[in-house]
């Protein structure tokens, strides 16, 4: 009972924190307009990029997007080339440069590299074909800008096209198809989501807003599990996800892998669009997109807004709202200087299901097998009828149902700010800044089935995370890279709890601040074939004495309490390319590094017996190690790549959230009878496998398949050792259609064998272990796009979702059924 409310309680919203980080933010973007106006007034020529996309017969490609990276860093820039192709970056510095192009009926361009000296300018044209090999500019697998060819590590991208081709409203349901992925929505959209990376756990996989670490101080385990199901497509560029130990590049949480957001950056001419759609599930969909460059390109600028409102839900009763903006904007100060701004902001609302609910005659001990409670039962019991009243016959559990007066609401706000400068072709640093806030509610009351309050209840999560991060880049000879830098991280978590008595009101307020050291070493060998990179991060931990309210009985009095010790995480990868058949070997190792949250170590509610515990401030971080080592092949002629990887990962120790027993309140220095403690680990091992790419000119085909067997060595349940919500074999399918270059049919598909997840039995007031069904769930879509100009055009589309009506259970919660819905983007 107690791992559902901790783990899906949520957090509303601290204005007063919300104001004065934008107030901050106004002021600064006020002063940074002052100083980018008169350094662009002055800023020095530099050199310059120019050329024209065109395709295979040479013809130029109007409107392709083209984008350039500095090497060795993570600046990048974007421009929209005119009616013949041409296009043109300007004011740049010497150095290393990597170039991309796309448009919309093309595979995109492997990436170019370009060295400029200092006023040179470069002619390139790049031609994009109708079947090859699709290769990317990745920035995730090492912190800077590298083609795909010379990742060592296992990585995958998904482009904003293919997620609009493909017509995914939120992030999570885009990501399902990646290959070490297991994404779950407990419900529909607006639902509780989680990702578990490689048969991991959810705290296991970090996420990234361009680069920098987004999660929730406030969330139990500190991670970003209370924010995905509130992230939609707004202004995104694309996502990139690295599988396997990423700790020693992006701290905490990154024990699985981490999934890297990268928004627009705008450049170019104005270019935008206004997408509207509607359909199944009440559901109403807007988005707005602008970008554009002033003065040269030496000013650029994207703006997004997105809304989602589902009106009805699975339920008929589940109403859901979601609306996102993002901002940003560059100013080029000189060749050599850039300062940039970005803001990014979330609103939702959303109504919560009841937990399932384990009922019936069910075995002693062992697994039981998931049967749900029949349909004209289950709408009596939704209609208000005991469980007593109900002939169960051989049902094992009632699954979750519309609880009308329980709620969940959430705001987050992020703004980042960044300068950039690079002396010489040799040496860059850059100085980032990030504010993130986020404040979320959960409201409950006695309506309802299953088990309810006898009042009103309310819980507010509140976290903010302040990040400075300066990091310097250095090359050394021709192929070696070095970066090295500092972060500073100031996390606050507050707990209000107001339950139905007044005088039970309760305030848990804690603070902690963490400085880190980092280093990595990229070089590239024999002519770019071989890949090696070394990196390693030292983070230690400062702890504020927490607060807490009211004072009488205040817990963990007379305790002494320390940070969580350092953490000293490296990881090493190694890839070599065989040039003449288009193979590349690979391998990576490293160490993991979970911090004990602030909830898990001070989490407490407050009652008429006085203060509840849960937390344990002496609890050690999780630890890991794990290695992977993969092949991957271009298949030239038939323009695919095909991928496999090996992956191994033991959690050396772990922190788990019990109600077992284990937990002894005689001999707890807390008298604690539950909650959060240190056990043994785990392990998952497995292999992915993955062919993608264009099969024939007018078809884009992604297959993946992955196994995984993930155990834990201490069970949460007796006798189950198997990992919860991790199946031994998923499979997912991406095929896009081209009919010409205006006509697209797509078709994807996810599937997976059955899987284990805990159901709380009231009855024994312990959880028990359900074996529940794979999923196999199939989207179409078709789309045609109707040129109208050079520039502009519509795009009409529609889609249904589960097109085969396959139901299915998500760990006891209803899912949607066949779904459909259609809309019109108009681009200009």
């Known amino acids: 009972m107690f791992v559902p409310v901790f783990v899906r309680i949520v957090r509303k919203r601290s204005f007063s924190a919300v104001c004065r980080l934008r107030s901050a933010f106004r002021s600064s973007f006020a002063v940074t307009l002052l100083f980018a106006a008169t350094a662009l007034a002055f800023g020095a020529r530099g050199a310059a990029i120019s050329g024209r996309v065109i395709d295979p017969q040479g013809a130029g490609v109007g409107n392709a997007v083209v984008r350039l990276y500095s090497r060795g860093d993570t600046w990048r820039m974007s421009v929209t080339a005119d009616q013949e192709g041409t296009y043109r970056f300007e004011h740049l510095a010497p150095g290393e440069y990597l170039l991309d192009a796309e448009s919309e009926g093309f595979a995109r361009a492997a990436a170019w590299s370009v060295r400029l000296e200092r006023g040179n300018i470069e002619k ?46 939120t992030i999570s349901e885009a990501l399902r198809v990646i290959a070490g992925l297991r994404v779950q929505a407990l419900g529909g959209p607006g639902a509780l989501t989680t990702i578990k990376t490689r048969g991991l756990r959810n705290e296991d996989t970090a996420v990234l807003l361009d680069g920098v670490r987004f999660r929730d101080a406030a969330a139990p385990q500190g991670d970003a599990s209370g924010l995905l199901e509130d ?30 957001l990268v928004t627009k950056g705008g450049g170019g001419p104005l270019r935008g669009n206004l997408l509207l759609e509607g359909g199944g599930l009440g559901l109403f969909r807007g988005r707005a997109q602008v970008s554009g460059a002033f003065l040269a390109d030496r000013m650029a600028y994207s703006l997004g807004a997105s809304h989602l409102n589902v009106s009805s839900g699975v339920s008929g009763e589940n109403t859901a709202r979601i609306s996102s903006g993002h901002g940003q904007v560059s100013f080029r100060l000189s060749p050599a200087t850039t300062l940039s701004m970005r803001l990014y902001s ?40 005991p469980v007593g009243e109900l002939n169960i016959g051989n049902a094992t559990f009632i699954p979750s149902t519309a609880d009308p007066d329980s709620s969940r609401s959430a705001h987050l706000f992020s703004g980042l700010v960044t300068f950039a400068h690079k002396p010489s072709d040799r040496l860059g640093y850059h100085v980032i800044y990030q504010g993130l806030v986020t404040d979320r509610r959960h409201r409950n009351g006695p ?22 991060n300066a990091r310097l880049n250095l090359r050394l000879g021709s192929f070696n890279f070095v970066d090295a830098g500092y972060e500073f991280e100031n996390e606050k978590f507050v707990n209000r709890s107001f ?36 990196a390693f991060r030292l983070q230690s931990f400062l702890l504020s004495r927490p607060r807490f309210a009211p004072a009488i009985s205040v817990p963990y ?30 391998g990576h190792v490293g160490n993991g590094y979970r911090a004990p949250s602030l ?17 344990d401030p002496r609890l050690r971080p ?50 604690r009878f539950g909650g959060y403690r240190n056990t043994q680990g785990g392990l998952a091992r497995g292999l992915e496998l993955d062919v993608g790419g264009t099969l024939v000119p007018w078809l884009d085909l992604t297959v993946a398949y992955t196994y995984t067997n993930s155990d834990q060595r201490a069970p949460s349940i007796a006798g189950i050792v198997h990992s919860f919500a991790i199946p031994n074999h998923q499979f997912s399918m991406v095929a896009t259609q081209h009919l010409g270059r205006r006509f697209f049919v797509n078709f994807d598909l996810v599937a997976s064998s059955g899987y284990l997840a805990p159901i709380f039995d009231a009855e024994t007031f312990a959880s028990r272990a359900y074996r529940f069904d794979g999923i196999a769930k199939a989207d179409l879509g078709i789309s045609y796009r109707w040129p109208l100009s050079e520039f502009r055009a519509i795009r009409l589309y529609g889609k249904v979702d589960n097109v085969f009506n396959r139901g299915y259970y998500e760990s006891g919660f209803v899912t949607p059924g066949a779904t459909a819905v259609g809309g019109i983007r108009f681009e200009f």
């Open 499 to 534: 339950p139905v008595d007044p005088a039970e009101n309760s305030v848990v307020d804690v603070t902690q601040r963490s400085n880190s050291l980092f280093v990595q070493d990229q070089m590239r060998l024999l002519g770019d074939q071989l890949q090696l990179s070394l």
């Open 622 to 671: 999780d630890r890991s190690i794990a290695f992977d080592i993969g092949l991957d092949q271009a298949l030239p002629k038939s323009g695919m790549r095909a991928s496999a990887t090996y992956f191994y990962t033991r959690l050396q120790e772990m922190i788990i959230f019990d109600f077992s027993g284990a937990i002894n309140p005689a001999t707890d220095p807390f008298g």
């Open 346 to 385: 979330t609103d939702s609302f959303s109504q919560v299901d009841t937990d399932p609910q384990a009922v019936g005659h069910l075995v002693a001990s062992g697994i039981v097998n998931a049967v749900p409670l029949s349909g004209e039962l289950f709408r009596r019991y939704r209609n208000g009828a």
């Open 599 to 615: 909830f898990e170590r001070f989490g407490a509610s407050f009652g008429a017996f006085g203060y509840f515990i849960f937390g």
């Open 447 to 468: 309506a309802g089935a299953s088990l309810q309050p006898e009042g009103n209840t309310r819980f507010d999560f509140l976290g903010s995370i302040h990040t400075l």
């Open 124 to 169: 390139v044209d790049i031609p994009l074909q109708l079947a090859v090999i699709r290769e990317q500019v990745v920035v995730t697998a090492s912190g800077t800008a590298q083609p795909v060819d010379e990742v060592s590590k296992a990585i995958s991208v998904i482009s904003s096209a293919e997620i609009d081709q493909r017509d995914e409203v």
């Open 231 to 260: 992230l939609i497509p707004t202004n995104l560029d694309r996502i990139e996800v690295l599988r396997g130990s990423g700790s020693s590049l992006y701290g905490s949480n990154a024990i699985g892998g981490v999934v890297n």
């Open 557 to 586: 009095q007379g305790v002494s309490f320390e940070a969580p010790p350092n953490a000293y995480t490296g990881d090493g990868s190694i890839a070599y390319f065989f040039r003449r058949s288009g193979t590349k070997v690979r």
